[in-house]
Nanobody
Framework: QVQLLESGGGSVQAGGSLRLSCVVS????????MGWFRQAPGKAREFVAT????????LYADSVKGRLTISRDNAENTVYLQMNSLKPEDTAVYYC????????????????WGQGTQVTVSS
């Protein structure tokens, strides 16, 4: 049974930092591209960041470039999202996702999803 378990969400003030983690089990982690998506209240789920399998390469949504960093540890079956200089508009539920494509950038692309972790940024 495949499981993606996110953690690290919380409430911070604007300008603060959080580090999200997603521990994956039930699949060969190193063979999957990983991604982070988010969904704000009343809005559609959107792509945030992705990291490829193999030799890691990364892609980011324009809205988070320079502030958020995705990384992975294949030995720990974990993907991270370091979030710095947070803004109120970053408030959302953040979801971890896994896919067999080179990258996971589309909402209908991943094969597996986590349950999400809430991030709230106050001004």
């Amino acid at each position: 049974q495949v499981q993606l378990l996110e953690s690290g969400g919380g409430s911070v003030q604007a300008g603060g930092s959080l580090r999200l983690s997603c521990v994956v089990s039930g699949l060969t982690f190193s063979n999957y591209a990983m991604g982070w998506f988010r969904q704000a209240p009343g809005k559609a789920r959107e792509f945030v960041a992705t990291i490829s399998w193999g030799r890691p390469m990364t892609l980011y949504a324009d809205s988070v470039k320079g502030r958020l960093t995705i990384s992975r540890d294949n030995a720990e079956n974990t993907v991270y999202l370091q979030m710095n200089s947070l803004k109120p508009e970053d408030t959302a539920v953040y979801y971890c996702a896994a896919g067999t494509q080179g990258f996971v950038t589309r909402v209908n692309g991943p094969d597996y999803w986590g349950q999400g972790t809430q991030v709230t940024v106050s001004s």
